[in-house]
Every structure is written in structure tokens, then in C-alpha cells.
């Protein structure tokens, strides 16, 4: 008897200790941010990483969890970390973007994430969020079904992240500071990458191509991120179809189609069924960009490699992808984007509408002194939302509201441009300079919220990608030309919009999104091409608590990172 017991004891123990190994293994990461040299386009550098790789580790959830990581600072400048698409409810402490929620994590120093999921199911991304560091440091997340449920589809017979990204031969943090001090675009990446590989096309990179092997007459799932610095993309697969079933870790009712086209921020779960002979095809990426603005023109490349028994052919067929600057395809592929809103996946599209914000997405000029700069003019090159370009503060915002520290941030963002004119139509010389200032907007707790992003055709028209945090929304509309109050709202979709975190603004025309502003804090808006951000295309949203404990934020963890007094 005694003897049993203490068996059982032991045993019991085994299976408390496997459970915790199994719990901390999956919920508790370490990681560390440190420099590695890396060789791609017949050049070596050293980049920012996450524990070595390029791109960083991959996290995996199921919905509704909550998992931390601790990042170990030992690279050579301060660093945050955001995740992308996780809206954290009440917890904008982890959020991450630099001087907004946080200020950085020093080298030397380490921070504890806390990243709480909730309604995402689908692919989500982490990244940095500090300057240009995301071009290299960055991963994916994966967010599996709860326990219990499954995908709304038949279950892939096995699944791949595909991670779109940039690569400089320059020093990031080179090309975007050098650009900021003359006032010019900054130079365009050297490569696109598909997981961290550049490709056949590209010199010196054909022996390292990715490669995707695949069985014959299989479904595969393709998780898809875009984490290029500052172009949309085509993706394509050559003689394959994709069947697009989730965008922003929500579903969409399937589409079958011969390409994709996904701006930077946004990540699509696409179906590949295997159904050609047994060969090699290339998967493609190359650049969407309808604006008269510099971009990277090469295609990155991975092989799509069946197995079995035959001899490697001598050509690989590539997709035929749009050119760079077919609207017409990137719009009849993003029209047919729209929620799956079943039973199992529910929509609830906000139509109690209490803030409704009008805002001009531009690209500005500000002046230089005795006309120095390289940019349009002999000026710097700037850009805005409702002509304010935002100054990023040195105390963190949600510092500042929490703590009630003064002089950091103005809550006057404005609800309306400050000037009404044709702003798709000829561009008047005064209206291009904007203001510059830190300025956030505050929303009730609970209230639903309309934002329409008017593109405008100041200095360089071209499609933004905007991106909230915190939130999912609906995108209900979009159109060319400036936004009609009384006719654009009758073609706005309430039935089954797509819910994303990050939507093109079709250049020189509008776009419509809703939300509802259920969760306090304060969440960064930006536009998602990192030379825009750079430039001030962002603002700030302070959600006020709510009156019940579940309704406000909660209180900081021990140990934010210090702001310097720089
Ligand atoms: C990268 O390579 C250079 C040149 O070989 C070397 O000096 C440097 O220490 C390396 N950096 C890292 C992080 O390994
Ligand atoms: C830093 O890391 C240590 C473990 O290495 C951990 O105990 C500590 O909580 C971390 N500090 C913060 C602020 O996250
Ligand atoms: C940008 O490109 C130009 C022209 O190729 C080059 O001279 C310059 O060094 C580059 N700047 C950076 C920061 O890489
Ligand atoms: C791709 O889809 C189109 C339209 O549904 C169809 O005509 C075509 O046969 C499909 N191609 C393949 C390779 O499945
Ligand atoms: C792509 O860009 C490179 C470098 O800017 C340029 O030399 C080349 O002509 C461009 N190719 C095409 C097809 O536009
Ligand atoms: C592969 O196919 C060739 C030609 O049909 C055959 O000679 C060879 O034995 C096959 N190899 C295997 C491993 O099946
Ligand atoms: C698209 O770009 C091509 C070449 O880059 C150019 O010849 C063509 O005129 C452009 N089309 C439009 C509508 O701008
Ligand atoms: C876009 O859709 C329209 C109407 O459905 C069609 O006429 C056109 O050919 C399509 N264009 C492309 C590039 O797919
Ligand atoms: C954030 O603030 C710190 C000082 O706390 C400053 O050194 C840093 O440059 C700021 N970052 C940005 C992106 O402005
Ligand atoms: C605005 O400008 C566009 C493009 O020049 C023009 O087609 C349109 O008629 C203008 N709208 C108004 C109201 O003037
Ligand atoms: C445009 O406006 C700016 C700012 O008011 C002014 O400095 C500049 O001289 C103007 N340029 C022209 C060509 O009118
Ligand atoms: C609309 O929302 C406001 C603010 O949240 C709320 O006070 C009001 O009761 C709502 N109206 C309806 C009809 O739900
Ligand atoms: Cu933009």
C-alpha cells in the first residue's frame, strides 16, 4: 500500500513536471536580439536578429492564448518588439511601438512580453518596432484553432509560413537615417526575400533558394506574411491556384485565383492544392506600386518541388504576376476579399456610429532653409494624416496618459482636415506643408467608430497600407476620387466586410473602415510602408476606461523599460 502510494506519488509528480515542461515550453519564450553576419547578393553584413535567424522564430498558439517572451537585449541600440495584428486586450504595455507604448529595451537590458490573444485564428506576424529594425527582425505567428474546433475547412494535409521580406546591402538603419537628414527617399531595398532567401533571379542566390516539397494530390496551407519594408506585392504560384481563406487572422469566404496581391502588414492564409505532374514551379513576389515613387523592381523566388521519381526539368515555369502597376488586377483581387460571417464565425459590423473621423493620408514638403534638402523643391520630404506629421515624443505616450506627465502629447487630433479642397485633383502649392506635432485622439470606451482615409494627390499619390493596432476592423468601403457624404455611403458593404488590421487606400481614393473602440489604451495608427511612418504618416488613439474593472486598463508590469533623459 505504501509502496503504491509512493509509486503513484512519483508518477504523479512525472506527469506534473512533463505538464509544466510541456506548458513552459510552449508559453514562456526566451530570446535574444543579437547581431549575426549573414551573406546574400554576393555581400556579407551583419544584421539585427532574433537568436540568429533571418527571419526570427516562428510562434505558435491556439486562439485565446496567452504566452510571454522575454527578449535579452545584446545588439547595439535600443529596440521594442510589436505584435503585428494581436490586439492585447487592455494590455497595450506589450504592444511595443517605440516612444508610443514603451520606450526601448537598452542593450544590455531585457523585457517580459506579455502577448494575450484573443478572437485571431489564422496568421499574425511579430516584428520590431523601432526605426527600421523590423527589415530584419521579424517572424511569424501562427494562431491554431482552441482545442477542440477546427478550421472551417477541410485540414490541410500540412502547413508552411512564407514570409515576404526586404534585403539591404546597406546598413537599415544607414539608409533610412541618411534619408531623413538630406530629405530624399531613401534607397530602395536590394532584394525582395521569401523566407530569407532571395532566389534564382537574384545573383549569387540560385544554391540557397528556398524550396517547398510537397507531396502529389495533397492540399497545403501557405501562410503568408508580408514584411517588406515599403512595397506591396504580387504573389503567385506558376500553374497552381490559391484559395485565399483567412487575411489578418480572420476568415473570408474562399477565393480561387491565380495571384495574390498583399500589402506590407497584412498575412493571408492560402490553400495549394497539388495537382500538376510531378515537377519543379516557381512561386514569385514582386512589387504592386501604382505611384510615381522609386521602388525595388526585381522578383524574389522559391521552388515549389514536388517529390518523387523523375528527373529535374530543365526549365521551372514561373507565374505570370501583374505588372508593377496594374491597379485594375491589385483591385479585382482586393474586391473580392470578404468575411466568411457564418454561424461558427460570426461579424459584427458596427452601424451606432458616435466618432466619425475624416482623414487625409498625404505626402507633404516641409521647408528647408535656404532650400538644402534633396527632396521635391530643394525640401524634405514629410508626410501626414490631417496635415499634422507626427513627431515621435521621448517619454512613451501611454506613460504619459497613465501617469498624467504633461507636455508629451497634445489629445487635440482633429476630426477633420484642416482645409477642404480637390484633394485627388491638381495639387495647390499651399496645401503641401504640414504641421508638425504630436497629437492623439481620445474615443469613448464602447463606441463605434468610423474612420475615412481620404488619399490625397500632394508630392507622390500612391496606395497606404494603414494599419491600426490594438483592433481588428471592417473595412465597409472604397473608392477612386474624393469621398461623397452623400453618395459614398450607399455603396458601403455592412453584410460581409473584411475584417483586417491593415487596408491599402487606394491611391488618390478613399477608404472606409469601422470599429468598435472596446479597448482602452492607446494603440499607434501608421501607414505600413516604413519610409511613410518614417516620414510622420501616423497618429495615435487613447480608448478611455470604461466603468466596469474588464472595461479598463490594466496597470503596468513591474518593469517597463526606462525612458532615457536624452
Ligand atoms: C561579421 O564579420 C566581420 C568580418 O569578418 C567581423 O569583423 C564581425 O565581427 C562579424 N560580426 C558578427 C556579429 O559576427
Ligand atoms: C529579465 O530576464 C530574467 C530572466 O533571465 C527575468 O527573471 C526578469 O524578469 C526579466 N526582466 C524583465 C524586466 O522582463
Ligand atoms: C544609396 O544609393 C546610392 C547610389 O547607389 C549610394 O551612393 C549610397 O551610398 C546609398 N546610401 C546608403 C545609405 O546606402
Ligand atoms: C484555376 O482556376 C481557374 C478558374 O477557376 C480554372 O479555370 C483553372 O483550371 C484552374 N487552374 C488549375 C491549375 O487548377
Ligand atoms: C529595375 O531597376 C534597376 C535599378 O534601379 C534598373 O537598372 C532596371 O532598368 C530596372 N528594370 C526594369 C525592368 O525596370
Ligand atoms: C526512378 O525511375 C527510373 C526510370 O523510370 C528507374 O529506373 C529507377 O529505378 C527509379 N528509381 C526509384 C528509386 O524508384
Ligand atoms: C505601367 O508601367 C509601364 C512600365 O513600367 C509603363 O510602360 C506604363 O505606361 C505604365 N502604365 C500606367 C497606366 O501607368
Ligand atoms: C478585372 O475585372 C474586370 C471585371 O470583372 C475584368 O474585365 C478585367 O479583365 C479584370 N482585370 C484583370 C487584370 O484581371
Ligand atoms: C524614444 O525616446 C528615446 C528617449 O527616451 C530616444 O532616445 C529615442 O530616439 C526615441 N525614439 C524615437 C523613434 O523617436
Ligand atoms: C477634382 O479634380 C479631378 C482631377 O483633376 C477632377 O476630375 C474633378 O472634377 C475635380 N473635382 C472637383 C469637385 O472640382
Ligand atoms: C509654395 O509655398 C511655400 C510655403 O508657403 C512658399 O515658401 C513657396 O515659395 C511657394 N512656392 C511657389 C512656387 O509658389
Ligand atoms: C450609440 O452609442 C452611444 C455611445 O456608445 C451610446 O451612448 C448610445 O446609447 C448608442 N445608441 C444606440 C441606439 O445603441
Ligand atoms: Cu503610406
Known sequence: MAGFNKMGCILTAFLVFMFLQLCSATRYYDWVLQEKNFTRLCSTKSILTVNGGFPGPAIQVHKGETIYVNIRNQGLYGVTIHWHGVKQPRNPWSDGPENITQCPIQPGSNFTYEVVFSSEEGTLWWHAHSDWTRATVHGAIV???????????ATPYAQQTIILASWFKADVMEVINSALATGADPNTSDAFTINGQPGDLYSCSKASTYRLLVDY?????????????NEEQFFAIANHNLTVVTQDASYIKPITTPYIMITPGQTMDVLVT????????????????????????????????YRGNYSTPSTTPLPNLPIHNDTTAADNFTARVKSLASKAHPISVPTNITTRIYMTVSINERICANASCAGPNNNAIAASLNNISFDTPSIDI?????????????????????????????????????????????????????????????????NHPMHLHGFSFYLVGTGYGNFNKATSPKTYNLVDPPEANTIGVPKNGWATIRFVADNPGVWFMHCHLERHASW??????????????????????AHMPPCSKS
Open 143 to 153: 494562431v491554431l484553432p482552441a482545442a477542440g474546433t477546427t478550421y472551417p475547412f
Open 217 to 229: 494530390g495533397k492540399t497545403y496551407m501557405l501562410r503568408i506574411i508580408n514584411a517588406i519594408m
Open 536 to 557: 510622420g504618416m501616423d497618429t495615435v488613439f487613447i480608448v478611455r476606461n470604461g466603468n466596469t474593472e474588464e472595461s479598463k486598463l490594466r496597470p503596468p508590469p
Open 398 to 462: 501611454l506613460q504619459a496618459y497613465y501617469r498624467g506627465i504633461n507636455g508629451v502629447f497634445q489629445g487635440n487630433f482633429p476630426s477633420n482636415p484642416p482645409l477642404f479642397f480637390n484633394f485627388t485633383g491638381e495639387v495647390v502649392n499651399s496645401t503641401k506643408y504640414p504641421t508638425f506635432a504630436t497629437k492623439a485622439k481620445f474615443l469613448k470606451y464602447g463606441e463605434g467608430v468610423e474612420i475615412i482615409f481620404q488619399g490625397t494627390n500632394l508630392v507622390a499619390p500612391e
Open 274 to 305: 497539388t495537382n500538376q505532374p510531378r515537377s519543379h514551379y516557381y512561386m514569385a513576389s514582386t512589387a504592386y506600386n501604382d505611384g510615381d515613387v522609386p521602388y525595388h523592381n526585381g522578383t524574389t523566388t522559391a521552388i515549389l518541388q
